[in-house]
Structures are given as structure tokens and as C-alpha cells.
């Protein structure tokens, strides 16, 4: 009997729910480090260094940058390919959920469909982001990601992308805890309230912590607009420069 | 002697049916306004009878037990699937407007075949215990004794009156019209912890390990917020869904 089992849709669910555990954690854990910038210009730019191996190399080596942008955009494409099986097939489905959605006036539905343009709008913004990140890895720092934001403009795309993935993200992670956490059935209601509590307030915080930071990364660039190019040197760094 | 305090809430309810009879070929949907005085402990089931006793004889609707029980009355309350004998009138507005239960076949006005549905449902997922030797089983023989807290896990399951809620309130199965629903996955949970029930997880599988069981599921919990007997379909659809990926 169990050599005959059609394992692919037990796979694909399980393999859409760990590529998306994985971006989940992975984007909380990325939004830390990016607003290290909240903590000042060095703070910043030794988590830079950090991630392009500085302290384990003795010097940095940015292509290591490259290389998770690379594990991440391949994440988004499984997880990406795996969710459109639920898409709506065809404008008939499409209009089916629509009116459904809209009659029933229920959160969790709707919260679905957000989920929905939320990842469509991902396909695009993530995937200009990562491309950045995965052709210029050395191009991250208190200067260069400001300068990037403030004089490439990239605060526009950079802001619409904190709003699809914390959206995406936390619902996304509300819905995994749903559909596979063993929740007893007599204390369901209150967990699930609970997780949706958590929902809310971890989608607040990371939207408070990312509208913080990319603001701070604008007000640095458009300081530093007329030397835009030229790279942070760490404070340590300029008193040896001085003192030669 | 005792009286029972009636208090007239004197408000004019304004109900709209979605009316449709598919056996008449000059039939075209519409919506037909009603109106009645609105009485105390008024529910959508006794509104509709009043209806159809006082003002069109020819509405169609389905009722049985009154009582929450036979799961017949299930329709689209302002959007929303629910029973109309669990439903008073004092929690809508002045306006309501009444459709069947979609994703079911339309027999006429709120009338719907769920029982259609269900015995298709059914037979698909074979919802009954299987076993070896029923043949040789004595049924007149007391039954092996159950933990009555495994008992009481079945029953709670077991309280599913197949009145279509969860299928018209999943946006899964309103998109996919083979997907099983909740109530054919809350089903398979049930039939899969009966210890009478000699199939495997792989065997369970075989029936609800695909796009139109378990794995088709979105988790909207559409099916959770709307079912008139409060099951606690959420869970029982994690613990399938663990299962079965288990089972691979």
C-alpha cells in the first residue's frame, strides 16, 4: 500500500510551509540586523562586515552576501511556485473567492487574500531587491545603502516592500501556527486569539522598526547626497587616518 | 399562574430571498422582498414560516427538528452560511436578505440537496468503520469497553449534523468543487481515532492525502468561525494534516 502512495502533495504542502517558516524567520532576523543603522553609522557598518566574514576571515569577503541572496531567491521561488497551487485557476475561481470573500466578511478569508497581493507584489519588489543585493554584495554600508535609498531612490521600493512582507509574513506565520500546531481543542479559541494578538502586534512592530530605520538610512543619504559613492570609514578607522 | 413575559419589539423586518426554481425553464433568479412584524424570540425559521403561511405559499425552504439538530435550515444569512432556527432575528438588522448555501445542488428558493453532497462525500471517503469478520460479528454481544475519554473525543466529532456551513463558508471549496470540505476531513478524523476502525494512516491517506483533502485546505478557518455546532474543526484538521504528512 505505502509504495503506492502519491507522496507529492503531502511534500509540496510541507515543503510550502517550511520554505515559508524559513523566510519568516529569516526576515525578522534581517530586519535587526538592517536597523543596527537605529544604533548609529558604526553599529551598521560592523554588521555589515559581519556578514561578508570579516571577523572569522580577517578580511571581507562579500560574495558570502551573494551567496545567501542566492539561498533566499531560491526560498521565494519554491515557496512562490508551491503557494500559486492555491491561486485561483481561472477568472471563474477568481470571481468565486471574490464574492465569496466579500459576502462573508470574514478575517481570516480576507486576511488570505492579502496574503495573496502581498505575494504578487513580492515577485516584483523582492526580486529587484535580491538582484541588487546579489550583483552589488559589497555595496552595504552606512553610506552605500543610504546613498542607494536616498539618491537611487530605492526608498520608494524599499518601502512598499516593508509593507507587503511584514503583511505577508506575519499572516503567513499566524497561518502556519493554524494549520499545523497541536492546539488542544478545548483551549483553541483562546490560543488562536492569542496568535492572532501576536499577529498584529509583531506586524506593528516590525512596520514601527522598518519605517524607523529606512527613514534613518533617507535622512543619512540625503546628508550625504553630494559625496554620493564615497563609503563610511568607522570611527576607528578615521582616528588611525588621522593619526598617520 | 405563570405567564410568559412577550415583549412586541414592533420592528418591521424587510426579508429578501434570493428565489429560483432550476425546474422551470421560465424561472430567473431574483430577489423578492417580504415584509413581517418582528416578534419576541423571533428566528429566521419561524419568519419564514410565517411567510410562507401568510403571504407565499410557494417559498421553499427546509426545515425538520426546530432545534439545531438536522442541520436542514442551513442558508446564506447577510452573507454568511448558518442555520436559520439558531438564528434570531434580533442580531440581524432591519434588512436581511436570505440566498441557498452555495456549492450545493438547488432544489428551489433556500432549498438545497446537501444530502446529496453528503452521501457523495460519504461513499468517497467511506466513512464508516472498517473492520474485519463483520460477518462473523454477534451483534446482539456487548461491545469491547472504549476509554470514555476516546469516547468522548469521538462523540465530540460524532455532533456534526452535515448541515453544509463549512462548505459554503470555505473559500477553498467554493473555488475547488471537489475539495471534501471540512466536514468530510472532520469525518476521516473521526473514523481515525474509533480504535474499531482498522485503517491505516496510509490507507487515509489514499482518501484525503491530495489537493482535494487535506492538502487543499488553505486554512481560511471559514469553516471553524461559521459551523452552528462549534466543532473544533481547526484542530482536527492539524492533527489530519500532521498525520497524513506523517503517513509518507
Known sequence: MATSLDKG?????????????????????????ESSILLGKDAMYWVSKMFEGEPVFGKPYPLLVSGVGVIIFTLIAVHAILAMRKFPGSYRQYQQFNSHMSDMRH??????????????????????????????????????????????????????????????AGIGAYRLAMKWAP????????????????????????LCLGTASLVTYMKIGKQHAPH??????????QAIQESE | MNQIPVHQAGRTLRIQVLRHNPRDPASVPQLQTFELEEADSMTLFIALNEIRERQDPSLQFDFVCRAGICGSCGMIINGRP??????????????IVLAPLPAFELIGDLSVNTGKWMRGMSERLETWVHTQ?????????????MEPALAEQIYELERCIECGCCVAACG??????????????????????????????????ELVGDESGVFGCMTL??????????LPLATQIAFLRRRMAAAV
Open chain 2, 221 to 230: 478557518l471559514g469553516c471553524e468561525d461559521m459551523c452552528p455546532k462549534d
Open chain 1, 228 to 237: 554620493a559613492g564615497e563609503r563610511y570609514i568607522p570611527t576607528h578607522k
Open chain 1, 107 to 168: 478575517p481570516d478569508t480576507t486576511l488570505w487574500y492579502v496574503q495573496v497581493v502581498t505575494g504578487f507584489a513580492m515577485f516584483f519588489l523582492a526580486s529587484a531587491h535580491l538582484v541588487v543585493v546579489i550583483l552589488q554584495p559589497d555595496n552595504i554600508g552606512p553610506y552605500a545603502s543610504s546613498d542607494r535609498i536616498w539618491s537611487g531612490h530605492f526608498w520608494i521600493l524599499y518601502a512598499l516592500l516593508l509593507v507587503s512582507v511584514h503583511l505577508h
Open chain 1, 9 to 33: 502533495p503531502a511534500r509540496a504542502d510541507v515543503l510550502q510551509s517550511l520554505t515559508g517558516l524559513l523566510l519568516v524567520l529569516f526576515i525578522w532576523g534581517h530586519m535587526f540586523f
Open chain 2, 133 to 145: 469478520g463483520l460477518e462473523q460479528l454477534d451483534v446482539d454481544a456487548i461491545e469491547e469497553a
Open chain 2, 82 to 95: 448558518g442555520l436559520a432556527c439558531r438564528t434570531l432575528t434580533r442580531d440581524l438588522p432591519d434588512n
Open chain 2, 172 to 205: 477553498t471549496a467554493r473555488m475547488r468543487e471537489d475539495f471534501v470540505g471540512a466536514v468530510g476531513l472532520n469525518q476521516i478524523t473521526r473514523f481515525r481515532l474509533d480504535p474499531r476502525d482498522e485503517r491505516t494512516d496510509a490507507e487515509f491517506y
Open chain 1, 183 to 206: 492546539i488542544p481543542a478545548a483551549s483553541s479559541k483562546v490560543t488562536r486569539r492569542r496568535f492572532k494578538l501576536a499577529m498584529w502586534c509583531i506586524i506593528a512592530f516590525f
